[in-house]
């Protein structure tokens, strides 16, 4: 079993900022991709920013020189990072974390994308 939990959302006025957090739990063996996605209301989701396992990241044009994405794999920390600055109201929307991940049930070796549950971020005055 394996868990993506997301923190770090809520309410921030234009201008302002947040940083999102998901740790990774369960039966991991190794994390390849790790990213950060969001939907906005009546529209589908898009990804945000991807971090590889060397750290290369890939970011859509709209958040590029705003948004910085990372991560902590040390001590099995598992965890990747967005931080956001400069947020606008168009960046409102729930933002979901994804991870490729290799993990072990009963012995058997399997890669699966897995996704958070979700956060809210509401970007108003």
């Known amino acids: 079993q394996v868990q993506l939990v997301e923190s770090g959302g809520g309410l921030v006025q234009p201008g302002g900022s947040l940083r999102l957090s998901c740790a990774a739990s369960?039966?991991?063996?190794?994390?390849?991709?790790m990213g950060w996605y969001r939907q906005a209301p009546g529209k589908q989701r898009e990804l945000v920013a991807t971090?590889?396992?060397?750290?290369?990241?890939?970011?859509t044009d709209a958040v590029k020189g705003r948004f910085t994405i990372s991560r902590d794999n040390a001590f099995a920390k598992n965890t990747v990072y967005l931080q956001m600055d400069s947020l606008k109201p168009d960046d409102t929307a729930v933002y979901y974390c994804?991870?490729?991940?290799?993990?072990?049930?009963?012995?058997?070796?399997?890669?699966?994308?897995?996704w958070g549950q979700g956060t809210q971020v509401t970007v108003s005055s």
């Open positions: 994804n991870a490729r991940i290799l993990s072990v049930v009963s012995g058997r070796y399997g890669t699966s994308d897995y």
């Open positions: 369960g039966s991991i063996v190794s994390i390849y991709t």
């Open positions: 971090i590889a396992r060397g750290d290369s990241t890939n970011y």
